[in-house]
């Protein structure tokens, strides 16, 4: 389906008329894979929700890094962040909305590096952390201690504080890993931080959006929420916040942390801006998106989004303990993310078999990943789950 037979395109070096150069950017792109032709599967992005779309495309030219432009998206940024917070039970916390997971991930730990001020540059964070804490200590100078994780996928709370020295500036858990959507007892790691003081972060960029709506969606619940011990959170709108790409969350503890990292900015409109922020110029359409997004679903809207991925993903989790030579890796999945061993065949082999049948999948060691995001259907599973079966034949 995605391998397709390219529309010619006319390769000219100028195109004046819109109608025309827009209709050579449709060909040139035409056999990209897309979230909304549902043969993404191993993508923790998706579709962003139409009410986003709109709100994003309103506020294309906004640049919310020069604050004193846009005082009412700014309100809107921390009216979103607060809702966000409460959430997670701490509606004090004090945040921005950025490009993602990544971005969020940084600006943690150059918060915490300045905190612990000189000569602590040890980070700890569980081996199933994303790679962006390699690039952020890459950036910083500081060195990750990887602790091991246990059979399922978390991090043991006495790992995590064996691994601690006097060196350490920060230490990290997870809330929905990437490879397989595990969830770090965040209560149990706080408690830890608490007790040795170092600061904690949790990289909830996938799980964010998902840990608080699980009950609703009658799923059983991971411990979540603020532990006194928690210094930062990051969620990414733009995984199951349903926000366009690129949305991103960071959230300290509170406004006197939030300020840690901030820079002084005196020639910008609006006058001297304490401007926390890795980058400079910040995408006023992303927050107006997810102001909206949050807005228009709130609690509720986010339960259903929560409860049709979940149960996608226990259909599935079942249905691959019926095909033979796959094999769900948890059973159940954690979250809506779901690791698929093919024992007897190798995970690459098989993969490439599935990408040339129209399959964009995630590979992993020894696994396969599907990230049940909403563009990932019953219908979608049906078919994939039909072509897998070929594929082990
Ligand atoms: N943290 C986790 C747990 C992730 O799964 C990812 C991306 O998949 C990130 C951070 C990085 O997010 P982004 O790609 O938005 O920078």
């Known amino acids: 389906m995605c391998e397709k037979v390219r529309t010619p395109v006319t390769r000219r070096a100028i195109i004046s008329d819109s109608k ?3 209709a050579e950017l449709d060909a040139r792109l035409a056999t990209d894979w897309t979230f909304s032709s549902g043969r993404v599967l191993g993508s923790m992005c998706s579709v962003p929700h139409p009410v986003a779309a709109a709100a994003f495309e309103r506020v294309l030219e906004a640049n919310i890094g020069d604050e004193g432009l846009v005082p009412a998206l700014a309100a809107l940024e ?4 607060g809702q966000f917070a409460g959430w997670w039970g701490h509606p004090e916390a004090s945040g921005r909305i950025v490009s993602g997971g990544t971005e969020a991930n940084v600006m943690a730990l150059w918060t915490a590096k300045i905190v612990a001020g000189p000569g602590k540059n ?8 994303h790679y962006s804490f390699d690039k952020a200590a890459s950036l910083m100078g500081l ?10 996928g978390c991090l043991d709370p006495a790992v995590a504080e064996a691994a601690l020295t006097d060196r350490t500036c920060a230490f990290v858990g997870v809330a929905g890993s ?6 770090d007892n965040v ?12 600061y904690f972060h949790l990289d909830a960029s996938f799980g964010g959006y998902v840990l608080p709506f699980l009950a609703d969606a009658g799923y059983p619940v991971h411990p979540f929420g603020w532990p006194e011990g928690m210094a930062s959170l990051s969620a990414d709108p733009h995984k199951m916040g349903r926000g366009p790409v690129p949305s991103g969350m960071i959230l300290w503890r509170d406004e006197d942390l939030a300020r840690v990292s901030a820079v002084e900015v005196g020639y910008l409109s609006g006058g001297r801006l304490r401007q926390n922020t890795l980058v400079g110029t910040r995408s006023g359409a992303s927050v107006a998106a997810v102001w909206a997004v949050q807005k228009h679903l709130d609690r509720a809207g986010y339960g259903e989004v929560v409860k049709t991925a979940m149960g996608t993903t226990v259909a599935l989790t079942n249905a691959l303990k019926g095909i033979s030579g796959a094999q769900p890796v948890f059973d159940p999945a954690p979250l809506n993310v779901v690791g698929v061993r093919t024992p007897g065949r190798e995970t690459g082999d098989v993969v490439a078999r599935l990408r ?4 964009a999948l995630s590979q992993w060691d020894g696994f396969f990943r599907i990230v049940v995001m909403p563009h990932v259907t019953p219908p979608v599973i049906d078919g994939f789950l039909a072509d897998l079966q070929e594929v082990l034949k």
């Open 20 to 22: 025309v150069l827009l």
């Open 122 to 129: 040890e980070v700890v964070i569980p081996a199933s952390a």
């Open 143 to 152: 060195t990750l201690v990887k602790a091991p994780v246990g059979k399922d």
């Open 187 to 198: 209560f149990a790691l706080a408690e830890v931080a608490r007790r040795r003081k170092v």
């Open 356 to 359: 040339l049948r129209g399959w």
């Open 178 to 183: 990437t490879a397989l959507g595990a969830v």
């Open 78 to 81: 921390r009216e979103a962040v």
